[in-house]
């Protein structure tokens, strides 16, 4: 049996101090599924990969900024989203931890599922 997912990396949120995410923090759930953006234009690093919650409809464009992949873990998956290849990510966040420092509260499991072609 093929999988259809396989582990890539686990990461914790950076930059969580820099958005305000108690706005939406009861949204936040273990297993909720958050999506990648590139962020070219970003003037302290220029590998960022934003980790964003969207917000409405899948068709609109908004979404809250909930950090960053940290820019440790960020060139392979900023190389990819640039080439088009936001699909093949499935991140999740795998742990929510309140009482930690901030940079701690959130991790994240980022897997790459299979090629629908295939």
């Not at 980790?51 to 950090?67: A, F, H, R």
Request: aromatic share 12%; hydrophobic share 35%; glycine share 4%.
């Amino acid at each position: 049996m093929k999988k259809n997912k396989v582990f890539y990396r686990e990461f914790h949120l950076a930059g969580r101090q820099y958005h305000d995410v108690d706005e939406v923090w009861d949204q936040l759930k273990v297993g909720l599924e958050v999506k990648l953006m590139r962020e070219p234009d970003n003037r302290y690093d220029p590998d960022a990969v934003a980790v964003i919650l969207p917000c409405g409809d899948v068709s609109d464009e908004e979404y809250y900024t909930l950090g960053y992949v940290p820019r440790s873990d960020n060139d392979d998956i900023a190389r990819f989203l640039e080439m088009g290849w936001e699909e093949m990510f499935e991140c999740r966040i795998s742990r929510i931890s309140p009482e930690e420092h901030y940079e701690n509260q959130i991790h994240l499991t980022l897997r790459i599922k299979r090629n629908k072609m295939r």
